[in-house]
C-alpha cells in the first residue's frame, strides 16, 4: 500500500453512532528525512519543538521502524509491532529513529462510546500509552480494511470502520487480558511452590511430582519459576534449608549432625559443605559466632 491519508467529514447519523471515523493513512519515514511532512492540515500538523493536542483518539500502528513517543508522563521507546494511543487533550509528539525511519498506519476516531472502549481496555493509558501486538498480521489487517473502506467511501462505510475499531480494541483487550492471566497463573504457581518448600524443609521434595500435581510440565514449571524469582527452584529450596539450619544452630542444643539428618541432607560433609558455600562460614563456625 503507498503513502496516503484522509481526513474525513462526519455527519448527524455517523456521529449518532457513537464511534465515528477522522482520519486514515499510512506512512513510510524513510531514515534522514523530515519528520511529519508538512502536507496535513491545520490541528494535525506538529514540529518537534511544539507538539500537538488533538480533540480525538488515534492509534498509531508502527509496522516497521522505531522511535520515541513523548507525553507529560514521560518518554517512551517505541518499536516495530507497537501501536501508539493517542487521547484527546494529551499534548504530545513523536518521530522515527533518523538511522532507521519507520512505517506507520494510522486512524482517528471519535464518538460518545470512544472513551468507554478505550477506559474498558486500558485502565493506566496514561502512565502506558504503548501496546505491543503479539499478531501483528491481524493487526495490520484491521488498518488496510479500514484504509480500504475510506478510500471507496461506500455508504454506510463510517460504520463498518467504527464496527472494525471497536473489534481492533477488543482484540488488544484480549491480548491484555491474557497476558494477566498468564501472569496470575505463574505467580500462583510460585507461591504455591515456596509454600511446598517451608512445609517438606526438613525432607526431600520431588518437584517433578509437584509439577505434575499443578497440571504443568517440570520443565515449564522450572523455567517460570526461575524467570520470576531469578533462581532455579533446587537452588531456592536449598537456601530455605539453609536458613532453617541457621534457626536451628542458634535457637536449640542440636548437634551438626541431628540437623543434617532432620533437614535431609544425605551427609555431614555435603551438609557443611553447602552451608560454608551459602554462608561463607562452616556450621560449626557458625554456631559458634551465635
Excluded at 109 to 121: A, I, P
Aim: proline share 3%; net charge positive.
Amino acid at each position: 500500500m503507498d503513502n496516503f491519508f484522509r481526513y474525513l467529514t462526519s455527519g448527524p447519523d455517523d456521529k449518532q453512532w457513537g464511534i465515528y471515523l477522522t482520519v486514515s493513512g499510512k506512512y513510510t519515514a524513510a531514515p534522514y528525512t523530515t519528520y511529519p511532512k508538512k502536507n496535513h492540515p491545520t490541528g494535525y500538523y506538529f514540529d518537534w519543538q511544539t507538539g500537538r493536542v488533538l480533540n480525538e483518539y488515534q492509534l498509531i500502528f508502527i509496522s516497521e521502524g522505531k522511535g520515541i513517543f513523548e507525553t507529560v508522563s514521560g518518554e517512551f521507546s517505541v518499536e516495530a509491532g507497537m501501536i501508539i494511543i493517542i487521547e484527546p487533550g494529551t499534548k504530545h509528539r513523536y518521530k522515527p529513529d533518523k538511522n532507521t525511519g519507520w512505517t506507520e498506519y494510522y486512524i482517528g476516531f471519535d464518538g460518545k462510546l470512544s472513551e468507554h472502549f478505550l477506559s474498558k481496555t486500558f485502565s493506566k493509558l496514561k502512565e502506558q500509552p504503548i501496546h505491543h501486538c503479539e499478531n501483528q498480521l491481524e493487526i495490520l489487517d484491521f488498518y488496510q480494511k479500514i484504509h480500504n473502506l475510506v478510500r471507496t467511501q461506500k455508504p454506510g462505510y463510517h460504520q463498518i470502520a467504527s464496527g472494525l475499531i471497536i473489534k481492533l480494541l477488543g482484540y488488544m483487550n484480549a491480548q491484555l487480558k491474557s497476558e494477566n492471566f498468564d501472569r496470575m497463573q505463574v505467580e500462583s504457581l510460585v507461591n504455591a511452590a515456596k509454600n511446598y518448600m517451608w512445609e517438606h524443609v526438613h525432607e526431600n521434595t520431588d518437584f517433578k511430582q509437584f509439577s505434575k500435581s499443578y497440571s504443568v510440565s517440570y520443565s515449564y514449571f522450572r523455567k517460570m519459576f526461575k524467570l520470576y524469582t531469578g533462581i532455579a527452584p533446587h537452588q531456592y529450596y536449598l537456601d530455605i534449608k539453609i536458613m532453617r539450619a541457621k534457626e536451628l544452630l542458634v535457637s536449640g542444643d542440636k548437634s551438626i549432625k541431628e540437623i543434617t539428618y532432620e533437614l535431609g541432607f544425605e551427609s555431614i560433609q555435603y551438609f557443611s559443605r553447602l552451608f560454608k558455600k551459602k554462608t561463607g562460614v562452616s556450621p560449626s563456625g557458625f554456631k559458634l559466632g551465635k
